[in-house]
């Protein structure tokens, strides 16, 4: 918050004055006495603005507007207040165009300070109009209801967007593991099979006399064989049937 001051040419009473600190305006909020109104709104917040301007809006008991901006009407009230408005389209662009939870993320952030700035600055309009008895009050009391309300909605939405998004990404997730589960067991139950096979094929195929190396062929299939019906048994053994899982 920049240190926004009430200009000196002000004619309000001192004890107004003595209400601000030094070190700026504060929250936002209305101020009345001796029928002079005072309003302190804060700019409308995004990310590219870290240090929020402080507007100040006084109506003097003839009922004549005046802005720290230099206006001298109710004109720079209202532009201040459709600069929410502004923000918000913007804001809702962006929620049309997110698709992935990193987009949901950036504009959460962007709409959280905005939804919590709307509406203290509907609280501010709402205690002016419990001052002072003006249409134009009421109307722009109205206007920032409105805009808060439209602010809430999104980030609501933006919010459900994202839930969404982290959803679908836990089942893509849950749906890859599940695949590279179903390609391991694959893979277990080929190495079950053919281990034994690799194993006795390279007892064998040592360079050592053991014997049966004129046997005929029919023993050698016939060993080549029980391998496999070894390797299908610990198949067996090492990954349980479905019906052993499924108990």
């Given at each position: 918050m920049n240190n926004t001051k009430i200009p000196k040419e002000w004619n309000i009473p001192e004890k107004m004055r003595r209400r601000f600190g030094k070190n700026g305006v504060g929250k936002q909020r209305s101020m009345y006495l001796d029928e002079h109104l005072l309003i302190i709104l804060h700019q409308a917040p995004d990310s590219e603005t870290k240090s929020r301007t402080a507007r100040i809006y006084w109506r003097n008991p003839q009922g004549q507007?005046?802005?720290s901006q230099g206006g001298k009407d109710i004109y720079h009230l209202r532009q201040h207040i459709e600069d929410y408005s502004k923000r918000e389209i913007v804001l809702d662009k962006l929620y049309e165009e997110a698709t992935t939870p990193e987009h949901y993320f950036d504009l959460l952030?962007?709409?959280t300070p905005l939804v919590r700035s709307s509406q203290n600055m509907t609280n501010a309009l709402q205690q002016a109009r419990e001052y002072v008895e003006d249409e134009d009050i009421i109307d722009l009391r109205d206007r920032c209801q409105e805009i808060a309300r439209e602010v809430e909605i999104l980030n609501t939405d933006a919010r459900?967007?994202?839930?969404?998004?982290v959803a679908k990404r836990a089942e893509e997730q849950a749906r890859y593991s599940m695949q590279n589960l179903k390609s391991t067991d694959r893979l277990n139950?080929?190495?079950?099979?053919?281990?034994?096979?690799?194993?006795?094929?390279?007892?064998f195929g040592m360079n050592l006399k053991i014997g049966l190396e004129d046997v005929p062929a029919t023993i050698s299939w016939m060993i080549m064989i029980g391998s496999f019906l070894l390797g299908f048994a610990v198949k067996a053994w090492v990954i349980p049937s479905k019906k052993n899982n499924e108990t």
């Open positions: 507007w005046k802005s952030e962007e709409l459900h967007g994202l839930d969404y998004q139950v080929l190495v079950a099979i053919f281990l034994p096979v690799t194993a006795i094929s390279g007892i």
